[in-house]
């Protein structure tokens, strides 16, 4: 991705961001449009960010299963980041408990999480019932609920991009961006490279 590309007013930040966090948005951005190819109901989904100029200095091959754009974005920006999605993530009955169980060696430079969820408007929440089968009872037939795509980048060395996605408005220009627009998995995603 350039930064001559228009994703539209929601994905563009208001003010330039600093070339890491930019890197790391771009790499968010990127990972969310993908998992949108594949459309809604799917299965959380994990990527290791790793800077694409280190990987191709550990890993010359790698050159030849990377586009040539993307070859060129790195070689201009030292801050680009390559996504590398996670196959055979260790069983977990909650997002919380597989976040909990992931590690990384240090040539991680960062994590990506994408995952949907269900989401209601403050007043609704408050009405929800407290027993578990009650309260997804009531949130899958309320008429306010959202469904939304979230992907959460964070790096290693501080910084962190969040793209979230509506169902309503499953469109590429309609993805808001921002450092900390879900801050609970922000922090969740970083402990991981902790």
Same mark, same amino acid.
């Given at each position: ?6 994703h539209g /007013?929601?994905?563009?930040?208001a003010r /330039? ?10 790499a968010?951005q990127?990972i969310?449009?993908?998992?949108a190819?594949?459309g809604?109901d799917?299965?959380?989904r994990v990527f290791?960010?790793?800077?694409t100029?280190?990987?191709l200095?550990?890993e ?7 586009a =040539? ?7 201009d920006?030292?801050?680009h980041?390559?996504?590398?999605e996670q196959?055979?993530?260790?069983a977990?009955?909650?997002l ?8 990384w060696?240090?040539?991680v430079?960062?994590?990506?999480v994408?995952?949907e ?5 403050s007043a ?9 089968d009650a309260?997804?009872?009531y949130l899958?037939?309320h /008429?306010?609920?959202?469904d ?8 290693r060395?501080?910084g962190s991009?969040c793209?979230v ?5 499953d469109?590429d220009?309609?993805v ?5 627009l879900? =801050?609970?998995?922000v922090e ?7």
């Amino acid at each position: 991705m350039s930064e001559n590309d228009d994703h539209g /007013p929601a994905t563009t930040p208001a003010r /330039p961001l600093p070339a890491a966090d930019r890197g790391l948005a771009e790499a968010v951005q990127e990972i969310e449009r993908h998992v949108a190819l594949g459309g809604w109901d799917g299965p959380v989904r994990v990527f290791a960010l790793v800077s694409t100029r280190q990987a191709l200095a550990a890993e010359p091959t790698l050159a030849t299963q990377l586009a =040539p754009e993307v070859l060129s974005q790195a070689a201009d920006d030292a801050h680009h980041l390559t996504a590398v999605e996670q196959e055979g993530l260790p069983a977990a009955t909650s997002l919380e408990e597989l976040l909990a169980g992931l590690s990384w060696p240090a040539t991680v430079d960062g994590v990506a999480v994408v995952v949907e969820r269900v989401v209601l408007p403050s007043a609704a929440e408050e009405a929800m019932p407290t027993e578990p089968d009650a309260a997804l009872e009531y949130l899958m037939a309320h /008429p306010d609920r959202q469904d939304v795509r979230l992907a959460v980048g964070v790096l290693r060395a501080g910084g962190s991009w969040c793209a979230v996605r509506t169902r309503a408005n499953d469109v590429d220009d309609a993805v808001a961006g921002g450092p900390d627009l879900v =801050p609970g998995l922000v922090e969740a995603v970083a402990a991981t490279l902790l």
